[in-house]
Every structure is written in C-alpha cells, then in structure tokens.
C-alpha cells in the first residue's frame, strides 16, 4: 500500500479536485462505504400541499427581501463612491452611508414587490396556465371582422350538420 505522502502528492499531480477527494478520503479512514465526492442537494420542499405555488403575500416577501438586498449593495457603493468624492459632509461618514444604504434598499424592496405581485396576478396557476398556453389553437384572430367571420364559418357549418342529421 503506498504511503499517505505518495497518495498526496499523487493527488497536487491530478489537481484540485483530487486534494479534495484526498482530504474527504483521509478524514474518513474508518469508513468501509466508498465516499462520493459530489451529491446532490435534496429537491426543494413544495409549498402547501399538492405542490402549489407560493401565495401573493409569499412573493410579495420575497421581491421585497430581494430589493432590500440589492438596494443595501447598490446603496453601500453609490453611497461609498459619493463619499470618496464629496466627502462625509456635516453628518459624518456612517450616517451618510446608512442614509445612502437605506433609502436605496426601501426603494428597492417597495417597487420589487409591487413587481413580484403583478408578475404573479393572474386567473389560473402558473402549471395551468402554461399548459393552456401548449392547448391553445394554432390560429389567433387578428381583428373584429376576422372573429366576426370566423364565427359565421363555424355557426354556418353548425348548421349544416344539424340539417344533415336530421335527414
């Protein structure tokens, strides 16, 4: 068996991929089951049951959670960068920052929600409605003259084959 400072510098050879695997295997000396070096996270857990979406409320939450941290970055560097060349100005270099941070974040988290609301505001869920989308007729009416017409081909004929099944 070859010896742990030839199995390691076998492993610097291959890269650093192997000195992972290398240092999970030597961690792991008592167990007999053979490690895997990559595993796949557990899939997400549904929300409510039958695996529906999220609620309005839920996304609402999560666009505002999003644009406070975007605004909190956006704010730290707009915020930084303002100080760099005005300078902090009377109030000092934290206020000035913070104010910079959280205006931006309010800003952010207000107008992402509102997003996230009206991106989610429609009559069926989101599996429904794509489904919907892939059964929907191949042809669409254009203008009122074109539905108009096409409703007298379709009564027209609805016509024709009642007159035949009664004959």
């Known amino acids: 068996m070859p010896s742990v400072d030839s199995r390691l510098f076998g492993a610097?050879?291959?890269?650093?991929?192997a000195i992972l695997h290398f240092s999970l295997a030597?961690?792991?000396r008592c167990s007999t089951k053979p490690q895997k070096l990559y595993e796949m996270p557990p899939p997400p857990a549904a929300y409510g049951h039958g695996g529906e979406g999220p609620s309005v409320?839920?996304?609402?939450t999560?666009?505002?959670?999003?644009?406070?941290?975007?605004?909190?970055?956006?704010?730290?560097?707009?915020?930084?960068?303002?100080i760099i060349r005005q300078g902090a100005g009377p109030r000092g270099l934290l206020a000035t920052l913070s104010q910079y941070m959280?205006?931006?974040a309010a800003t952010f988290s207000f107008f992402l929600s509102i997003g996230s609301v009206i991106r989610s505001d429609s009559m069926l869920p989101s599996n429904l409605e794509a489904a919907h989308?892939?059964?929907?007729?191949?042809?669409?009416?254009?203008?009122?003259?074109?539905?108009?017409?096409l409703m007298k081909a379709r009564w027209e004929a609805e016509r024709r084959r009642l007159a035949s099944s009664i004959q």
């Open 12 to 17: 610097i050879e291959r890269g650093p991929l």
């Open 26 to 28: 030597s961690h792991n």
């Open 57 to 60: 409320w839920q996304k609402s």
């Open 62 to 82: 999560m666009g505002a959670m999003m644009g406070g941290g975007v605004g909190l970055t956006i704010g730290f560097i707009f915020g930084s960068w303002s």
């Open 102 to 104: 959280l205006s931006s």
């Open 133 to 149: 989308r892939h059964l929907a007729p191949a042809f669409m009416v254009r203008s009122r003259a074109e539905g108009t017409q």
